[in-house]
């Protein structure tokens, strides 16, 4: 499986957009990104996703580089509730089948 | 959207007793489920997931096993645990749209 790099932990002021990198610079061309994050003592939370274009939701948003061997999520104005450890993983697979390899993630500290 | 029930929250064994965590999942039907293990500081480490009754699947050589006797009903076991075993146990099943995994609330094993 291709592998993904994040940093280990980042801070952030809170009501401030946050910007987390991943680098995968193995990704093959069918391969998606996909985001999740952890609180503390609570199961993965799915983020968002994405395989080319950019991609907006509720929570986040993510921008895919051009060759695809970058990505990052953009929380657009952090709070709180948003502190958590943030995973970036790669998935290649049929869908119905898949099986998602979690690293250790970014650990986002938000400072009042 | 599912849900998924875990029990129990948090168990406390010795060393070479056995083990017995269940999964359950509401909303959805013919679920693909995953039993993942998080230790402390690490990131999740997938354990077994299955496509359907009696179909599991197993990720890493281990002292555990799963089951899946029901359509919705997920089993975690152990005959004899180790001290390595301790740690976050989660469910998971897979969601409606790609790349998307729900997780239970956790069980919290400590191998004493």
């Known amino acids: 499986d291709a592998k993904t790099t994040q940093p280990n932990s980042m801070e952030s002021n809170e009501e401030e957009p946050v910007h987390l990198p991943c680098n995968h610079s193995t990704i093959s061309g069918t391969d998606y990104i996909h985001w999740y994050r952890q609180l503390p003592s609570q199961g993965p939370e799915y983020v968002i996703h994405?395989?080319?274009s950019n991609v907006n939701n509720r929570m986040a948003s993510l921008a895919i580089a051009e060759d695809r061997k970058s990505s990052t999520l953009i929380l657009h104005r952090a709070t709180l509730r948003d502190a958590a450890v943030y995973y970036c993983?790669?998935?290649?697979?049929?869908?119905?089948?898949?099986?998602?390899?979690f690293g250790t993630g970014t650990r986002l500290t938000i400072i009042p | 959207s599912q849900t998924i029930h875990q029990w129990p929250a948090t168990l406390v064994q010795p060393v070479g007793s056995p083990l017995s965590l269940e999964c359950t999942v509401e909303g959805t039907s013919n679920p693909n489920l995953y039993w993942y293990r998080q230790a402390a500081g690490r990131g999740l480490q997938l354990l077994f997931y299955s496509v359907g009754i009696g179909q599991i699947s197993s990720e890493v050589p281990q002292n555990l096993s799963a089951s899946r006797p029901q359509d919705r009903q997920f089993i975690l076991s152990s005959k004899k645990l180790l001290l390595s075993d301790s740690g976050f146990y989660l469910c998971a099943c897979l969601g409606q749209t790609r790349g998307e995994q729900y997780f239970g609330p956790g069980t919290r094993l400590t191998v004493t």
């Open positions: 994405g395989l080319t």
């Open positions: 993983i790669l998935s290649g697979y049929n869908f119905g089948n898949e099986k998602l390899t």
